[in-house]
């Protein structure tokens, strides 16, 4: 099995959404011996923001591509080729500012590709991307799973959204929360890694 693991964290080493990962990632080698893990660190090797660029190449079929388009349409190609490859996404998830970070929405937005991960049909869009179990590992200062923030979760119903656009509707939430909460904080790794039955 392969997994691919989207670090997004910009706390290195202390990030909670990048230990509860490797929480998650520890139970799927024990339970799945010989899976093989390819790491993508989006925050200290970002994908570059979508310009116009990038745009236009995306829109030339491949074979008119000039160079500069093919080195444009480059980040995308590599970004699919990694997703398409892989049998299992674990994906970092830090609450920045209520939402993802930049650098996580910088890799999606090079993962939506019209043609190839979906395309437009007549009764709307149709995710490509089929077939993979997607775990988001998500942490965050407050409490946002119940309570009175629950209605300022901007990170998790948008990727649940995106990803299952894409096709990926597999998706369990795993969370590291109330980081910032000092009866909370002892424990919510933990809670997080214990939640997740593989
Ligand atoms: C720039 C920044 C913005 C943050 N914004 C929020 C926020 O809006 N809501 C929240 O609950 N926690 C917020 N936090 C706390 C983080 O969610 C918490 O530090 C969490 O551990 C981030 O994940 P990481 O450790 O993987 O980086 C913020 C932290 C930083 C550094």
Redesign the pocket.
């Known amino acids: 099995m392969q997994i691919l693991q989207i670090i997004s ?3 290195g080493a ?5 230990r509860l990962s490797q929480g998650i990632i520890d139970k799927l080698l024990a339970a799945h011996p010989g899976s093989t893990v390819v790491v993508r660190n989006v925050a200290t090797h970002p994908f570059p923001h979508l310009e116009e660029a990038h745009l236009q190449a995306y829109f030339t079929p491949a074979e008119g591509r000039s160079a500069e388009q093919q080195e444009a349409v480059r980040h995308s190609d590599e970004a699919i080729a990694q997703v398409m490859a892989a049998d299992v996404l674990v994906i ?1 998830v ?5 939402t993802i970070p930049s650098s996580l929405k910088s890799w999606i937005d090079h993962l939506t590709r019209a043609g190839i991960t979906f395309r437009y049909t007549a009764t709307g869009p149709e995710g490509l991307v089929k077939g993979k179990k997607v775990y988001l590992a998500v ?4 409490v ?1 799973s119940e309570g009175p ?1 629950q209605t300022a979760d901007f990170a998790t119903p948008y990727l649940r959204w995106t990803l299952g656009a894409l096709g990926m509707s597999d998706v369990t939430v795993a969370r ?2 109330g ?2 909460i000092p009866d909370l904080q002892a424990t919510a790794l933990q809670r997080g890694i214990d939640s997740v039955a593989v």
């Open positions: 964290s910009a706390q202390q990030s909670f959404s990048t970092g830090p609450f920045y500012n209520f942490a965050s200062g407050g946002y923030m590291a929360e980081i910032k």
